[in-house]
């Protein structure tokens, strides 16, 4: 199993929903990175948080780190077309003995007009 | 700009065949990166590299090797090219630090082995 869960795996909303991204990790963080990626090409950084308990917004994305360390929540407000992609979260894990980044599966997220 | 160059957008090379993917970036990072991408998998960490000369294995290393000869250079070595090495590759970079760790991306190389 992945050490870092993503759920859902993809998800379709209308335009203008609410919706939530999830990042699980089975062992605690050092730091959450928040990416996105549209189809076929790199990654784009949207955030990072490090401390537990941390939330950081830009724009109509919110991301929050638990109190322990070991999960994150990307929440997107009134979505728009342009919100579409697919959404990473890497971390730096406790234990793996290197300072690189560990990625979840992604979740692909379609908005519909 | 901060900027990570990957040589190839797209390549279609033959099984057997020797080959290089070259990333090079323009911001002084220590660190540099070559990860796999296939669907339902995400981001796989092949080989990083801490400083020149210098590499690490991540967690698929088989089958490849990496070169890092100059600090903004890094090369990702298929020395026997299979299909199932058929995916999209990205390099990127960081600083090297605690906290520091936020990497940045090439656009990534789609790579096919027929």
């Known amino acids: 199993s992945q050490e870092l869960e993503q759920s859902p795996q993809s998800l379709i909303v209308q335009e203008g929903k609410n919706l939530t991204i999830n990042c699980t990790s089975s062992?605690?963080?050092?730091?959450l990175y928040w990416y996105k990626q549209k189809y076929g090409e790199g990654l784009i950084f949207l955030m990072m948080?490090?401390?537990?308990?941390e939330e950081k917004s830009h724009e109509k994305i919110t991301a929050k780190l638990d109190e322990k360390k070991q999960q994150s929540s990307l929440h997107i407000t009134a979505s728009q077309p342009s919100h579409a992609g697919i959404y990473l979260c890497?971390?730096?894990?406790?234990?793996?003995?290197?300072?690189?980044?560990?990625f979840g599966s992604g979740t692909r997220l379609q908005v519909q007009p | 700009d901060v900027k990570v160059t990957q040589s190839s957008r797209y390549l279609v090379k033959r099984t057997g065949e020797k080959v290089f993917l070259e990333c090079v970036q323009d911001m002084d990072h220590e660190n540099m990166f070559w990860y796999r991408q296939d669907p339902g998998l995400g981001l796989r960490l092949i080989y990083f590299?801490?400083?020149?000369?210098?590499?690490e294995k991540g967690d698929i290393p088989e089958g490849y090797s990496v070169s890092r000869e100059k600090k903004e250079r890094f090369s990702l070595i298929l020395e026997s090219a299979s299909t199932n090495q058929t995916s999209m590759y990205l390099c990127?970079?960081?600083?090297?630090?605690?906290?520091?760790?936020?990497?940045?991306f090439g656009s990534g190389t789609q790579l096919s082995v027929l």
């Open positions: 890497g971390a730096v894990l406790m234990d793996t003995g290197r300072r690189a980044l560990t």
């Open positions: 990127a970079s960081s600083l090297r630090g605690t906290g520091r760790e936020k990497l940045f």
């Open positions: 590299s801490y400083d020149v000369k210098m590499k």
């Open positions: 948080l490090q401390k537990g308990g």
């Open positions: 062992k605690t963080l050092y730091g």
